[in-house]
């Protein structure tokens, strides 16, 4: 198991566990954590799992794909470290990985 936190715009942190080769979407679907609706499954076309990524975890989770960064362009808070969550697999290399939700998305 990794750990992954994630936290809220207003600060609050969850720390859960996640399965190697799943997402941190699923991981945050599989233990409640409010803010990552993932309206599309993980298919990449809703972008209801944006995250921004802690900078230090940016290089071990590597660059989106095209298809993932179209799909963040149409993002109004999108920042450099944002990413879909659906599209970042947990690897051990990722333990400890921490992600805020964007205050749009803490609405539900
Ligand atoms: Fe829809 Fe990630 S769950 S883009």
Request: hydrophobic share 35%.
């Given at each position: 198991m990794v750990r992954v936190v994630y936290q809220s715009h207003?600060?609050?942190r969850r720390e859960v566990e996640g399965d190697v080769g799943t997402s941190v979407m699923e991981t945050a679907i599989a233990n409640g954590v409010p803010g990552i609706d993932a309206?599309?499954?993980?298919?990449c076309s809703c972008a209801?799992?944006?995250?921004?990524v802690e900078p230090q975890w940016v290089p071990s989770i590597g660059e989106p794909?095209?298809?993932?960064?179209?799909?963040?362009?149409?993002?109004d808070s999108a920042r450099?470290?944002?990413r879909l969550s659906c599209q970042i697999r947990i690897t051990p290399e990722l333990d400890?990985?921490?992600v805020t939700t964007p205050s749009e998305q803490q609405l539900i």
């Open positions: 207003d600060g609050t309206n599309c499954g993980g298919a209801t799992c944006h995250v921004f794909s095209p298809m993932e960064q179209a799909m963040l362009e149409f993002v450099p470290n944002s400890g990985l921490v």
